[in-house]
């Protein structure tokens, strides 16, 4: 495996300010930030922005042209959570534009995976509106950067706590990108149910996994193996994107759920292990949500183990993986027609 595992950041999206006590503030990535700071074994990329031609693969330049729109002026509210301030757009940039160097440099081999630490985050801004605290779609961008390249497959596995409802529609018609969502449900954004499979000749490329509240490691990882990991080694992805959001931890002040640091542990070794059956290793992570610092800054950390080789199998410590049989039962019916389960 060549170059390494990388890691691309940058401060100037500390910049993007959503408002006073709103939950996706600076400090998340600062959090990041510091604490990777003395981190050796890393490479570290240098972010750039994204490109207006770039942004163009998901979005409408109407949309592009709104969240531009925004740069220099004191506060826009798109939705009741959703804002700006003046350094919102040029951090939107960087945000999108941190996943590109990260694609372009293990495309290139220069690096083997790599994680790309931003903010804000991108799975539910629409293709034509953003949301949820999102401006552009980071990882939708990506995997249309992706295939541009002419990637072939690119499965796109999303474990936020959150439904990546942007990321699903960006792609639900496209049968060369796999959206893999793990998600509490029902819950913000209201969609993601198991019934959601693709459309057109997407059928089947829309894997939606709804967790009722309280699951945790266990849960989580039985999802993986009996779901997850079977859909994507058939589908054989030639690149595998995470959505990385550290939200489902057992410590997040928005969500229900119980995933600690051995459930993220185990999921980005699964991931990981996907990507090296079919996509030559190729793997970059992006973070979404997560509103603990510790929580993120120790996902953060299970992630980068994981690309860097030095994961250690570990029990789960919350979940019982019982709970997971009527919605594995759902999961496994919606897709039984798509794939062997
Ligand atoms: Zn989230």
Redesign the pocket.
Known sequence: MAGGTAIVTDARMLAHDPGRGHPERPDRLRAVIDHLEDARELVRLEARPATREELALVHPPAHIDRIAASAGRPRVMFDSDTATSPGSYQAALLAAGSLLVLCEAILAGEVANGFAAVRP?G??AERDRPM??CLFNNVAIAAAWLRQRGVERVAIIDW???HGNGTQHAFEADPSVLYVST?QYPF?PGTGAAEEVGVGQGAGRTVNLPFPAAFGDAEYIRAFQEIITPIVRQFAPAFVLISA?F??DHRDP??SMQVTPAGFSAMAKACVDLAQESAAGRVAAIL???YDLRAIIEGTDETLDAMRGKHTARPPVTGDPRRADRILARVRAAQSGFWTL
Do not use: R, S
Request: proline share 6%.
């Open positions: 985050p799975h539910h949820g605290f936020d706590l959150h998600h913000y959001g939200d489902c928005l969500g979404e949500g997560g």
